[in-house]
């Protein structure tokens, strides 16, 4: 079974920046879409941002745009989420997945990774 592996997490002071990445535990075929999600704490999980097979369609959650950017490297089946601006608020675990093709479900999770960012 495939997993995604996050990296990238830890603790940031408030206007601080962090990149996460994530990759396959082994070269998959057919990835479409991929996302990041997060889970605060003792909140439920939630959506953060995706972008399209070939990169042509982004999206992102309000309470990130403007400060958060996802990008991937198709060759390599990663996908990135340069983080900016860094608020409290924004601590939480993250999780990035991915679709085959163009399922309507994700069908690869990550492990998750932890960003904390200090006031």
């Known amino acids: 079974q495939v997993q995604l592996v996050e990296s990238g997490g830890g603790l940031v002071q408030a206007g601080g920046s962090l990149r996460l990445s994530c990759e396959p535990s082994?070269?998959?075929?057919?990835?479409?879409?991929m996302g990041w999600f997060r889970q605060p704490p003792g909140k439920e999980r939630e959506f953060v941002a995706t972008i399209s097979w070939n990169k042509s369609t982004t999206s992102y959650a309000d309470s990130v745009k403007g400060r958060f950017t996802i990008s991937r490297d198709n060759a390599k089946n990663t996908v990135s989420l340069q983080m900016n601006s860094l608020k409290p608020e924004d601590t939480a675990v993250y999780y990035c997945?991915?679709?085959?093709?163009?399922?309507?479900?994700?069908?690869?999770w990550g492990q998750g990774t932890q960003v904390t960012v200090s006031s």
């Open positions: 997945a991915a679709k085959i093709r163009d399922a309507a479900l994700y069908k690869y």
């Open positions: 082994r070269p998959t075929f057919g990835i479409g879409t």
